[in-house]
């Protein structure tokens, strides 16, 4: 599957984004087990666009019975890892999906390839991982945190944020609501009111790129269009910031982009991207995948 130019992009694609999901097995991790024998894993399907903490409620309630010390099932300390790689909290599960697993959308039709589905984590509470995760500090650090991003992907588009500040508290708690219910009508309904009518009056991209194999992550300011006549693709973009993997600004020829587990286009206009795939805080969050 691929998302390609506009003119064929589906006119439910924000829906088909919003609606994609991973189903997870939460697996207790034994130092936090009081039971010998292994408990039965926890499964949940995560929508591609939330937070790890969103879920960690429901899953530490399942596991509650089975803890060492039951009082940790109220903490905020919990984290994650898949294959000894602990996941970034403050980071959209999709993106963490896509970056870690690396798969690439092209196998699709492979049935050899592993898709790791259900996506297999394991639970932790004892020695949360602060060299290399922010630490939740309370029931609203991820609201703060997203509440940050998006102010941030509002400079990046219109060299302010006036239009996220100007905001009433209505209308702010109105759009996290639709970030923490996972409710499509009230996010966007929101979420429009931020956006200029033409895509093409942004100043700059909100876009993130995430490298393979790597913790690097590269943010680049990229405006929606090179020239009057010449809007900035992903593939222009691509190979303005990433000449090494994209030679080439039409053809995927060392690694492929790839943004909620689908590979897109090199031709797509990023402006355009951008109203209909972009995460809750505002961002294209894009991996970046070696062709094997």
């Not at 829906?15 to 697996?27: A, E, S």
């Not at 939330?50 to 019975?65: C, D």
């Not at 995927?252 to 990023?270: F, K, N, Q």
Request: glycine letters at 4%; proline letters at 8%.
């Amino acid at each position: 599957m691929s998302i390609s130019s506009p003119s064929i992009v589906p006119s439910n694609l924000r829906r088909k984004v919003w609606d994609g999901v991973i189903p997870l097995q939460i697996i207790l991790a034994a130092d936090e087990c009081r039971i010998l024998d292994s408990v039965e894993p926890f499964y949940i399907n995560a929508a591609r666009v939330s937070y790890l903490p969103q879920y960690f409620g429901r899953i530490t309630a399942y596991f509650k019975p089975s803890l060492r010390d039951a009082e940790t099932s109220l903490s905020s300390e919990w984290w994650l890892d898949f294959e000894g790689v602990p996941l970034r909290w403050n980071w959209p599960i999709g993106l963490l999906y896509d970056l870690l697993t690396g798969l690439d959308p092209t196998q699709a039709d492979n049935p050899d390839h592993d898709w790791h589905l259900p996506w297999t984590l394991m639970l932790h509470h004892s020695q949360y991982p602060s060299d290399t995760l922010m630490r939740i500090t309370g029931a609203g650090a991820v609201k703060e945190h997203w509440v940050n991003r998006v102010k941030e992907a509002d400079f990046i588009r219109r060299g302010n944020a006036n239009a996220v500040m100007s905001l009433s508290k209505t209308d702010s708690d109105e759009m996290w609501a639709g970030v923490e219910e996972h409710d499509f009508d009230k996010f966007w309904g929101i979420t429009k009111k931020l956006l200029p009518s033409d895509p093409y009056a942004l100043r700059h991209i909100p876009i993130k790129i995430y490298l393979p194999s790597s913790n690097k992550m590269l943010q680049a300011l990229v405006p929606p269009s090179i020239s009057p006549r010449e809007f900035h693709t992903v593939g222009t973009a691509l190979h303005a910031h990433l000449p090494q993997l994209f030679p080439s600004r039409r053809t995927c020829l060392l690694a492929r982009p790839v943004l909620h587990g689908v590979l897109l286009s090199m031709t797509i206009p990023l402006a355009e991207l951008l109203y209909e795939c972009m995460y809750t805080d505002g961002y294209l969050h894009i991996c970046i995948i070696m062709i094997s």
